[in-house]
């Protein structure tokens, strides 16, 4: 077989859905070497079906690399592949054993095999410079109340405002929503009018800034749509010009023919 042919094979959607259902059954497998009980009864059956998706993962790999050369390494998703799976590789043993736990990454594949994950993560990564600013907005609002709560209640709960580094971590606690009514409230028993404070904070960092980092996914994600459907009307337009060549290219064939015959009865 061509190089071409065998790139197409494994492009093809029958061969995708076949490393698909090769991902999930080997999710399913590292899922139950968790179990002690299904170790000791099946351990055997399982590491072998590992070591096979494994040994399928590591044939696909090579089969694309030998069928697109160096266009395999262009494609950020076949690196990301090379990376997942060969974490795998390296022996689990010594120093290295830790990294046997990493073998769960290769059920990330998915994302690369599955082309609706793929524009969801593409759309994630497009939006990140928005969100790296966001971040720093963010980190600037917890820093500003961190040491305006520090001042204010570092007295009345040092348990939860005593320095600047509890207050941080009490205000993300904070604005995550998690178990901050019992905080305000030891404030609060002191402090009545602390409330303001946490009202206020809890509308700008949860409500105002959390729900820009959404808003910036999102117009990532619409973008990276517009783009695919930009490329698609681009490809359908290139298709219907190279049709209307070819109608046009036949209708003068067929004119030269039509001419022809009409120079012959003269």
Same mark, same amino acid.
């Given at each position: 077989?061509?190089?071409?042919?065998?790139?197409?094979?494994?492009?093809?959607?029958?061969?995708?859905?076949?490393?698909?259902? #090769?991902?999930? +059954?080997? /999710?399913?497998?590292?899922?139950?070497?968790?179990?002690?009980?299904?170790?000791?009864?099946?351990?055997?059956?399982?590491?072998?079906?590992?070591?096979?998706?494994?040994? $399928?993962?590591?044939?696909?790999?090579?089969? *694309?690399?030998?069928?697109?050369?160096?266009?395999?390494? !262009?494609?950020?998703?076949?690196?990301?592949?090379?990376?997942?799976?060969?974490?795998?590789?390296?022996?689990?043993?010594?120093?290295?054993?830790?990294?046997?736990?990493?073998?769960?990454?290769?059920?990330?594949?998915? $994302?690369? #095999?599955?082309?609706?994950?793929? *524009? #969801? #993560?593409? +759309?994630?990564?497009?939006?990140?410079?928005?969100?790296? @600013? $966001?971040?720093?907005?963010? =980190?600037?609002?917890?820093?500003?109340?961190?040491?305006? /709560?520090? !001042?204010?209640?570092?007295? $009345?709960?040092?348990?939860?405002?005593?320095?600047?580094?509890?207050?941080?971590?009490?205000?993300?606690?904070?604005?995550?929503?998690?178990?901050?009514?019992?905080?305000?409230?030891?404030?609060?028993?002191? =402090?009545?009018?602390?409330?303001?404070?946490?009202?206020?904070?809890?509308?700008? @960092?949860?409500?105002?800034?959390?729900?820009?980092?959404? /808003?910036?996914?999102?117009?990532?994600?619409?973008?990276?749509?517009?783009?695919?459907?930009?490329?698609?009307?681009? !490809?359908?337009?290139?298709?219907?010009? =190279?049709?209307?060549?070819?109608?046009?290219?036949?209708?003068? =064939?067929?004119?030269?023919?039509? /001419?022809?015959?009409?120079?012959?009865?003269?």
């Amino acid at each position: 077989m061509t190089r071409e042919r065998v790139g197409a094979f494994v492009e093809s959607r029958r061969f995708q859905n076949f490393i698909i259902a #090769v991902i999930v +059954g080997n /999710a399913v497998t590292l899922g139950l070497e968790t179990s002690p009980r299904m170790v000791a009864e099946h351990g055997t059956l399982l590491h072998t079906l590992d070591y096979l998706a494994l040994g $399928i993962f590591v044939a696909e790999l090579g089969v *694309k690399l030998w069928a697109f050369r160096g266009a395999f390494f !262009k494609d950020a998703w076949n690196l990301f592949d090379v990376v997942v799976v060969g974490v795998a590789l390296v022996p689990a043993t010594g120093p290295f054993a830790v990294l046997r736990a990493l073998r769960v990454l290769r059920v990330l594949r998915l $994302i690369s #095999v599955v082309p609706s994950m793929r *524009k #969801v #993560v593409t +759309g994630l990564l497009a939006a990140v410079p928005g969100m790296a @600013s $966001i971040a720093a907005l963010l =980190a600037l609002i917890i820093f500003v109340a961190g040491v305006m /709560a520090t !001042k204010l209640f570092g007295d $009345i709960t040092p348990e939860h405002f005593g320095d600047l580094g509890t207050s941080l971590f009490t205000l993300f606690q904070v604005m995550t929503g998690e178990a901050w009514p019992e905080i305000a409230d030891d404030v609060m028993a002191q =402090a009545p009018a602390a409330w303001i404070f946490f009202v206020v904070y809890i509308l700008i @960092s949860s409500f105002a800034v959390l729900n820009l980092f959404i /808003a910036v996914v999102v117009s990532a994600m619409e973008d990276e749509l517009r783009d695919e459907l930009r490329e698609e009307e681009d !490809k359908q337009t290139q298709a219907q010009a =190279a049709a209307n060549r070819e109608i046009l290219d036949e209708l003068r =064939a067929l004119r030269a023919e039509v /001419a022809e015959l009409r120079d012959r009865d003269r």
